[in-house]
């Protein structure tokens, strides 16, 4: 009886060979194995920045954090989705309001949207669903039109476009997971795409305690003094161990894409 996984990574000598090279170094934290990777992602999708976190879910609060969601705020979520997208909206205090999904393709279903919207309303959660695009154009449209923020979920949709346009990237910002079960794999980790740098910088700040500098920053300036905490930040960092992964993985992305 034959069985199909759901999932496979593809790992090879490459990942193994650069972990161990993290692990010689003894820099193990976010470092410059996590920019690499940022910026192979960033370069990947054409978003302008991409700051990498623990999961795709901390990336989801992150990044509606970084656009001022909080309590007494809706944020409207696609009934069809997985739970860490509503989970995510909790966690700022902010209320989710579900919104039905088109059944031919299990996004968001736009007259279903403009039904869940109130005078709470504070942003729109589309979620590109199994790696299919949302149709953007019109969500844009409506976001604009009523002053809402977007976050895009796009867990599922590394290496989806939409009209020639990498998804993630129209939104305020748009979310990564690098999950074994999505299409590159750093065991866990995920990612906050944006093309604000205000909003970026806060994210920045937000994952790391809310620190106004890193720890690699002092370290490149022989700093020992712990930074100012300017925000309620979170311990959301991706270690590099992670981040060599990543590298390797954005490296094999089109071959893995295309099986």
Same mark, same amino acid.
């Given at each position: 009886? &034959?069985? @199909?996984?759901?999932?496979?990574?593809?790992? =090879?000598?490459?990942?193994?060979?650069?972990? *161990?090279?993290?692990?010689?170094?003894?820099?193990?934290?976010?470092?410059?194995?996590?920019?690499?990777?940022e910026a192979a992602v960033a370069a990947f999708t054409g978003a302008k920045h991409a700051r990498a976190t623990t999961s795709c879910t901390t990336a989801l609060h992150l990044g509606l954090r970084a656009c001022g969601v909080g309590p007494g705020d809706e944020v409207i979520v696609p009934a069809y989705t997985f739970v860490a997208s509503a989970n995510a909206v909790?966690?700022?205090?902010?209320?989710?309001?579900?919104?039905?999904?088109?059944?031919?393709?299990?996004?968001?279903?736009?007259?279903?949207?403009?039904?869940?919207?109130?005078?709470?309303?504070?942003?729109? &959660?589309? @979620?590109?669903?199994?790696?299919?695009?949302? =149709?953007?154009?019109?969500?844009?449209?409506? *976001?604009?039109?009523?002053n809402l923020r977007v976050v895009e979920d796009a867990a599922c949709a590394l290496g989806c476009f939409y009209k020639g346009r990498h998804v993630g990237t129209f939104g305020d910002a748009g979310c990564l997971s690098f999950h074994p079960r999505k299409s590159i794999n750093t065991g866990e980790g995920g990612m906050v795409l944006a093309n604000d740098p205000a909003l970026d910088r806060r994210v920045e700040i937000l994952r790391d305690h809310g620190l106004a500098e890193t720890d690699l920053v002092r370290h490149q300036k022989n700093v020992t003094l712990l930074p100012d905490a300017v925000d309620l930040g979170y311990n959301y960092r991706m270690t590099d161990i992670q981040g060599a992964v990543g590298v390797e993985q954005v490296k094999k992305l089109p071959a893995i894409l295309e099986r």
């Open positions: 009886m &034959m069985k @199909v996984p759901i999932t496979k990574p593809f790992f =090879d000598d490459a990942e193994a060979k650069a972990v *161990a090279e993290v692990l010689a170094s003894g820099w193990v934290v976010q470092g410059p194995r996590v920019r690499a990777f909790e966690y700022t205090g902010a209320k989710t309001v579900f919104a039905d999904v088109d059944l031919e393709t299990n996004n968001l279903d736009l007259a279903s949207l403009e039904r869940a919207m109130t005078p709470r309303t504070r942003a729109i &959660m589309p @979620v590109h669903q199994f790696g299919l695009a949302c =149709d953007m154009d019109p969500i844009m449209d409506l *976001a604009r039109a009523h």
